[in-house]
């Protein structure tokens, strides 16, 4: 007789007196009307004193995952009811699988103990992974300067038509943005010295205002601002492109340093860029103030002039100088650094230009605060 004409068939039988034995017969198999759970739920229920449930399986012509579902919701419900069931009269492989299936029970709370960190666990993994990062950027740091002192001697190994490239991206191509956020930063000291200053019939001094801030703080701390997130971004992304598609790798395996050849003209050309857009930033910042005191304030041009020239001296214009010089170095650092420490794969590229930027801003705000500190200390 053909498998399928053989129904399945649940019998429930009292064996011993606390136990309950089920006897299946015919093909079990999904495809079949299967009996109810709810059947052997009804038995358990109106027998007292059971310990366990067996089952009697010689009457299977076959069966397939059907069966093993319907013994599964029989141990659920043993366990819930705390009767032992044994599943050795199952077919052969049968319990087998029964016992795969049930020897590692599920942890109840195992998905909330993943995202569970104690406290101590926190601090290990911060600690290590603060330890790896200062690794790194020493061992960066290091390399950058092995690399400039072979440019200092002329040993460095990279193409100057390259390091030429780099410096219009990094300097003339930059000078519409640079242009804008100058030319609106000092338009809005020049507002707001103005509200102020006017309280005391003194606005003739938004000149000194303006010229000071931009040549001391704005100028240089906006310029890299703009920068880190124009240039040091784009240095991470084509470092990290490179290294997805194992350039680096194959300028390495050619004997090439990729800190000679990649990282150094590009540190090199935003280093001495940066203080000449510091330079155009200060003079664009004056001439929006210029704009406002001229349109707004009833400032002649002249009287503006001459007080922005008596209020800066070498000294504050240096001291922005000083700033920007070192802004550069953070900035092309941290965008080769994050472009060099990039995953493989083309989602850490996007990764580590955002790192870029924000480990650049970080480090430019820091750096300044250092020298906000250190020229009040020594009096500039």
């Known amino acids: 007789m053909p498998e399928t004409d053989q129904s399945p068939t649940l019998e429930i039988n009292r064996d011993g ?17 299967l009996p109810s759970v709810s059947e052997v739920e009804t038995a358990v229920q109106g027998q007292s004193g059971l310990k366990r449930i067996t089952f009697q399986c010689e009457g299977i012509t076959g069966w397939d995952s059907g069966l093993m579902t319907f013994v599964l919701k029989c141990g659920d419900l043993g366990e819930e009811k705390q009767i032992e069931v ?57 390399e950058a300067t092995i690399a400039f002192t072979r440019f200092l001697t002329g040993r460095a190994r990279f193409r100057w038509r390259d390091l030429w490239v780099i410096v219009q991206q990094t300097g003339a191509e930059a000078l519409p943005i ?45 310029t890299a601002i703009v920068m880190c997130g124009r240039t040091g971004a784009a240095f991470a992304a084509q470092l990290g492109t490179m290294k997805v598609s194992e350039e680096i790798d194959a300028l390495q395996t050619l004997g090439i340093s990729p800190m000679e050849f990649l990282v150094l003209p ?24 210029l704009v406002v005191s001229v349109t707004t304030l009833d400032i002649t041009f002249t009287q503006y002039v001459n007080r922005t020239v008596d209020s800066i001296d070498l000294l504050n214009f240096s001291s922005g100088l000083i700033k920007s010089t070192v802004f550069g170095v953070l900035v092309a650092a941290t965008g080769c650094l994050r472009g060099m420490q990039c ?35 020594i009096g500039i």
């Open 343 to 377: 995953g493989d794969s083309s989602a850490a590229v996007g990764l580590a230009a955002t790192s870029a930027v924000v480990t650049g801003i970080t480090c430019i705000i820091v750096a300044d605060a250092i020298f906000a500190v250190v020229f009040n200390i």
């Open 86 to 142: 044994s599943y050795d009269g199952l077919p052969e492989g049968g319990a087998g699988l029964m016992k795969l299936a049930t020897a590692v029970p599920e942890k109840k709370d195992a998905a909330r103990g993943a995202n569970t960190r104690s406290l101590f666990y926190m601090v290990g993994s911060g600690s290590i992974h603060l330890a790896t990062e200062a690794k790194e950027i020493l061992t960066f740091m290091g």
């Open 17 to 33: 007196g606390d136990g309950l034995c089920l006897v299946l017969k015919g093909v079990w198999k999904m495809k079949q009307d």
């Open 266 to 289: 590009r540190m090199l050309a935003l280093c001495c860029m940066l203080p000449l857009l510091v330079i155009f930033s200060d003079f664009i910042g004056i001439l929006g103030g």
């Open 178 to 222: 640079v242009s804008l956020i100058s030319f609106l930063v000092g338009l809005i000291l020049a507002y707001v010295g103005a509200v102020q200053l006017a309280q005391f019939g003194a606005t003739i001094y938004v000149a000194d205002l303006v010229g000071l801030a931009m040549v001391r703080e704005m100028g240089a701390i906006m």
